[in-house]
């Protein structure tokens, strides 16, 4: 399977960072081989990081060890260069803002800002709705948010999938100027601008590397991975994707554990 592709987009979790339980140690979390076959293919052609995650030293780290040029974060509502400069920013509007807050706490929902490390919490400190990534977090009830007018992103859960499902119906009639992108296996929900996705994040940086982006591809396993799509040309997505995401994408990868990005960029003939 050969692809001529010009860059690539790679989403973090679940995808490049193949050893999550090692994230904290100096391999970042990533196998010898996917950032073995990262540098590589970055020597010959651009290879961007594209998450959720907020710019954050970890990011960095990533993008400094594998040669890429920008991060876009937290769903494209801000891309950083490798220096952490700021480049752009598509935040959600105060009004809008104090809305959506107002939202999640009358429905008891978790919440974080910004992707800050803390989750904020109505009546309880925990719910059955929780998934491995909550214990990376620090917990704080309502009353202990910082007074951010106008945030980027938001991700709130605390709710079945099928009540998530039903949230995103109601928020989508309400605010009809967010974006919302189910992750966590269906669990939660991340909200920035509608006018921010990882798809006009990489159309954006595309601009500035000067390559088109439709002859680019993004690789990914989530919701947001999908918004990829329709600026990115191919959206491709990792074996551990729902099958609600996989019937997005134009290739299937091995499932992202065990160097499946390594695996994928053989099977392309990067490498």
Not at 52 to 71: D, H, M, Q, T, W
Not at 182 to 191: A, D, L, N, T, W
Not at 247 to 253: D, F, L, N, S
């Amino acid at each position: 399977m050969e692809k001529n592709f010009n860059a690539f987009f790679i989403d973090l979790d679940g995808t490049t960072i193949d050893i999550p339980e090692e994230q904290n140690t100096e391999n970042l979390g990533i196998s010898e081989q996917n950032l073995y076959a990262l540098q590589q293919i970055s020597k010959k052609k651009p290879i961007i990081i594209s998450t959720g995650r907020a710019n954050s030293e970890f990011v960095l780290n990533v993008a400094n060890k594998i040669g890429a040029p920008y991060c876009i974060c937290m769903n494209g509502s801000l891309i950083v260069d490798n220096k952490n400069k700021i480049i752009k920013t598509t935040p959600i509007d105060e009004k809008t803002t104090i809305k959506l807050i107002e939202y999640m706490q009358n429905h008891n929902l978790f919440y974080t800002m910004n992707e800050g490390g803390i989750i904020y919490y109505g009546n309880k400190q925990n719910c059955e709705f929780e998934r491995p990534w909550v214990k990376w977090h620090k917990k704080l009830p309502y009353a202990e948010r910082p007074n951010i007018k106008t945030p980027c992103k938001f991700l709130c859960y605390g709710a079945s999938k099928d009540k998530i499902n039903n949230i995103i119906i109601e928020l989508r009639k309400e605010l009809p100027n967010l974006e919302f992108h189910k992750v966590s296996f269906g669990y939660s929900i991340e909200i920035t601008n509608k006018n921010a996705s990882k798809g006009k994040g990489g159309q954006y940086v595309a601009s500035l590397l000067h390559i088109d982006p439709k002859k680019a591809c993004h690789i990914g396993d989530t919701g947001n991975d999908i918004n990829s799509l329709p600026e990115i040309g191919t959206f491709i997505a990792m074996g551990n994707a729902t099958d609600e995401v996989k019937k997005h994408a134009k290739i299937i990868a091995p499932d992202f554990r065990n160097s499946g990005l390594y695996k994928l960029f053989k099977l392309l003939k990067e490498i």
